[in-house]
């Protein structure tokens, strides 16, 4: 089985380019949704985010309460992922399709050193207008926001260095055109 590593800075079309891989049947892992497991009611972050950070759970962790309280304490963030890592890393290790293709869709792909784990790595990125545009159209989106996780991102220009393979997301006609391309190319170079 080949392994993409897919990933994109907020904005850039990650989650609709993996949602592409998947409307082919391609299996896809989604780290953002391995999260929403971990801190549903009854998932497996529940007990120690409310041991760390008791105000930010109720029967689930509330997303929202954490990402006020890391715009208020920035070192915040290293206890919460000291935490969430491990069992999102164990979510994604239990991810074992029968298929000749898998995509793992994980944001930090880079920056977490995941990329080691993968035989390829597919960059989703846009210009950098176009990914403001399209940060700030989020309900609830502020410029505050917006900057406080490109501050935690890695520049697009060093995950063009290091990606295996790069899709610009201009529209959705091209993207899907790319996505198609890029799953022939992988299937004949592994054959």
């Not at 994109?8 to 391995?34: E, H, L, Q, R, Y």
């Amino acid at each position: 089985m080949i392994r993409l590593g897919l990933t994109g800075s907020v904005g850039m079309g990650k989650s609709t380019t993996a949602a592409m891989f998947a409307a082919v049947g391609i299996p896809v892992w989604d780290a953002d949704a391995a999260v929403h497991r971990l801190y549903a009611a009854g998932g497996a972050a529940v007990a120690p985010m409310a041991a760390a950070f008791p105000d930010s759970v109720t029967d689930h962790v509330d997303r929202a309460v954490l990402r006020d309280l890391i715009l208020r304490e920035p070192e915040a963030l290293t206890r919460i992922e000291q935490i969430v890592h491990p069992l999102v890393a164990a979510d994604r290790d239990a991810f074992d399709p029968a298929a000749d293709i898998a995509v793992y869709d994980v944001p930090l792909l880079f920056e977490n050193g995941i990329d080691t784990a993968m035989d390829a790595t597919l960059l989703v990125t846009a210009p950098a207008a176009l990914q403001r545009r399209r940060v700030l159209a989020r309900p609830g989106m502020t410029e505050r926001s917006f900057a406080a996780i490109l501050s935690r991102q890695m520049p697009d220009a060093e995950k063009r260095s290091r990606a295996t393979h790069i899709i610009e997301t201009l529209d959705m006609d091209a993207t899907r055109a790319q996505v198609h391309a890029l799953i022939a190319y992988l299937r004949s170079s592994h054959a």
